[in-house]
């Protein structure tokens, strides 16, 4: 029988609702259970392509026995993180603290009052490696609640108030400078693996919002050291097994300091992220990979991950079924020396094994290989890689798919609205740059909807339950900005600035700290605000980018306040922890360009507005538009007259403008371009 997880818009939970276990979502109703059955609440939060929360299921959620003793002693109650990521980083936290590790699955034992008591990830059918089983952890803190409840509410007493000592005040004296952002380029290069790219050792993630630091100091600086770091590892990646070298797009991390063997499944987020900052290398320095890896990633998210609504799914999953089918990591991905024989034919199948790493003894599981560019074959014939590719692609097809986690997230459709706008304006390919506008369209009819205030998730059109994140508001804003430069369209501009103003009413505490949560959000035991990235821009600094960004089009004093007063913090971590602040660093550098208001009085998609967007000035805020209505879209554009009747371009900062010039090359040059 179905539990009342079957109710839900989210993948995740949706997977869990034929479970013996008689699951409950996150809600007041589940704790009011507990509170008058009198036992303790069990959480377990994960996520959809998570391959360990599969297991676990598999092991433990789906087992007859196990679920028949939790339905007994506990309320299950399931969380996916991804609808909650306010639930999500306040237990997190506490496990983090109290184990000094943390991850997914995550368990998690509440008192009635939402305070957590004992902690752990992954627990095992059997007792193994030292890990007790998931029956002996259930066994333990039935006996703890039953024999020393004083003991329990005493841990759990312990545990909130550390908690609620943890705000954040801001993050210090005024706003990152020259100084934070020379020490924190000095930081990222101690921790640089010289040899293989990228920062710090295995498993190695990649560096999307660091590399967007990197790239804008040097733009800003002329630091060759950190263009150097940026382009080799973009390519290291670009050559390694974490890149789909068939499909296009990134898989979530690599095992490996060498970037061969990935954790396979497919994020949203990171190729959004990746995708832009290809897109911006070769804005930097013209390279052909740069355009080839940006293309092929924007290609695959509309591809594979798109939605018949025209939004962005959130995921790809790690596993699927093999040749015997069984359930396996990579199953999709990899290949053997055979299976390229039987696809190929010999010669080709001898040719592409060396062309990308294909080995006899195989680079990952049970002789298989992860397909790579090694780089040592020599020239290379391109049509016959061109002609091998297609074959090999058209085969993979054949294979049983992942699974696709279609729940559309609110920030990272943000994210790759604003990758696909600019790699689709930067290659001339406009239909990019609508499927962009298709997925702005949905989150302003489904995200927003009614209630003007943003949902973070919806599915098959259907908005979810749960509250937009401050993340959600800064990486959507963010989203709109960029295709409001793209597009000249400035009801784009109007949307991220209601969103905008939401986040100074709601998200926005004393001198200048933001929270993950608004206001008026259901309380927790702790109110979440984490300035650092993880897989995605932290909510606080997206926020300061959108509202730096969005005061240099308008002119508002509110909105740049407030962007100052949000990067104190990166102004505190920048130089201690560069790779955890990268976004953050990387709007500290559009702030001390500027940044740079760039207004063209004439055609969209004119040589002028192109040149403009192709500017490499850190931050640039761009608009363009003819005619009288031009100044009612963008106010950059009011008063910006037409110079002999040629488009002309307009570049001011720090309230001091340049004069207009009506010369592609000039623009560029103010740009540095």
């Not at 069990?42 to 392509?49: K, Q």
């Not at 939790?70 to 306010?86: C, I, M, S, T, Y």
């Not at 596993?319 to 359930?327: F, L, P, T, V």
Request: with cysteine; glycine share 10%; hydrophobic share 40%.
């Amino acid at each position: 029988m179905a539990n009342r997880l079957a109710q839900t818009t989210s993948p995740y939970l949706l997977q869990h609702a034929d479970n013996p276990v008689d699951w409950w979502p996150w809600s007041p109703e589940a704790f009011e259970e507990a509170r008058k059955r009198d036992v303790p609440v069990l959480l377990s939060v994960g996520y959809a392509s998570c391959h360990w929360c599969h297991v676990m299921a598999h092991e433990s959620f789906e087992d007859e026995t196990v679920a028949a003793y939790l339905n007994a002693h506990f309320v299950p109650v399931k969380v996916d993180r991804e609808e909650r990521p306010d639930v999500d980083a306040v237990y997190m936290e506490a496990v983090q603290a109290a184990t000094g590790h943390g991850g997914w699955p995550m368990t998690v034992f509440l008192t009635p009052d939402a305070e957590p008591f004992y902690f752990g990830t992954y627990f095992p059918p059997e007792a193994r490696h030292g890990s007790p089983s998931f029956q002996q952890v259930l066994e333990g803190v039935v006996a703890a609640w039953t024999d020393r409840r004083d003991e329990v509410a005493e841990v759990a007493g312990r545990i909130v108030a550390d908690l609620a000592g943890r705000s954040l005040v801001h993050g210090g004296d005024g706003v990152p400078g020259e100084q934070e952002t020379a020490q924190a380029l000095l930081g990222l290069t101690r921790e640089y693996d010289e040899q293989h790219g990228g920062f710090g050792g295995a498993p190695k993630f990649p560096p999307a919002m660091a590399v967007e630091f990197l790239l804008r100091h040097y733009a800003r600086t002329g630091s060759e050291g950190a263009l150097q770091m940026a382009s080799d590892t973009c390519s290291a990646m670009a050559r390694g097994g974490i890149y789909d070298q068939l499909g296009g797009g990134f898989a979530r991390y690599s095992v490996d300091r060498e970037w061969l063997v990935p954790h396979f499944e497919k994020m949203l987020y990171d190729n959004a992220l990746l995708c832009r900052v290809y897109a911006h290398l070769w804005r930097t320095t013209g390279s052909d990979e740069a355009r080839r890896i940006a293309l092929e990633t924007a290609d695959f998210m509309v591809r594979e991950l798109r939605t018949a609504e025209g939004g962005f799914a959130s995921a790809l999953d790690a596993d699927s079924e093999d040749a015997e089918g069984k359930h396996v990591e990579g199953a999709f991905y990899v290949w053997t020396p055979a299976q390229l024989r039987e696809v190929l034919g010999e010669d080709d199948a001898a040719f592409a094994a060396a062309f990308f790493g294909v080995t006899e003894d195989g680079t990952f599981e049970e002789g298989a290989s992860v397909l790579r560019l090694p780089g040592d074959t020599g020239p290379v014939d391109a049509a016959r890689v061109a002609d091998v590719r297609a074959r090999l692609l058209a085969a993979r097809e054949e294979r049983p798919r992942p699974g696709r986690d279609d729940k559309v997230v609110a920030a990272w459709n943000g994210l790759a609205i604003a990758a696909l706008a600019e790699t689709g304006a930067y290659f001339d390919r406009p239909d990019l740059v609508e499927r962009a506008t298709e997925a702005a369209d949905l989150l302003v009819r489904v995200h927003l909807g009614e209630v003007a205030r943003l949902t973070r998730t919806s599915k098959d059109g259907r908005a979810g339950d749960n509250a937009g994140v401050l993340e959600d508001y800064g990486d959507v804003a963010e989203g709109f900005l960029a295709l409001a430069a793209v597009t000249g369209e400035g009801a784009w501009l109007e949307f991220a600035g209601f969103l905008l103003d939401i986040v100074l009413e709601q998200f926005t505490g004393e001198g200048g700290q933001l929270y993950d949560t608004a206001h008026d959000a259901e309380q927790l035991i702790r109110r979440p605000q984490d300035p650092t990235d993880s897989a995605t821009p932290s909510g606080w600094t997206a926020a300061a980018g959108a509202l730096l960004s969005y005061a240099a089009y308008t002119g508002s004093e509110a909105h740049r306040t407030a962007a100052e007063g949000a990067l104190g913090v990166v102004k505190a971590l920048g130089p201690r922890v560069p790779r955890f602040v990268g976004w953050g660093l990387a709007v500290a550098e559009a702030l001390l360009d500027g940044p740079r208001e760039v207004a063209v009085a004439g055609p969209v998609g004119g040589e002028l507005h192109r040149t403009a967007l192709l500017g490499r000035a850190p931050g640039a805020v761009v608009a363009a538009g003819e005619g009288p209505g031009a100044g009612a879209e963008f106010p950059l554009l009011v008063d910006r007259p037409l110079v002999g009747g040629e488009p002309t371009a307009y570049v001011c900062r720090h309230f001091v403008c340049d004069a207009p010039t009506t010369d592609a090359g000039e623009l560029a040059a103010k740009l540095g371009g």
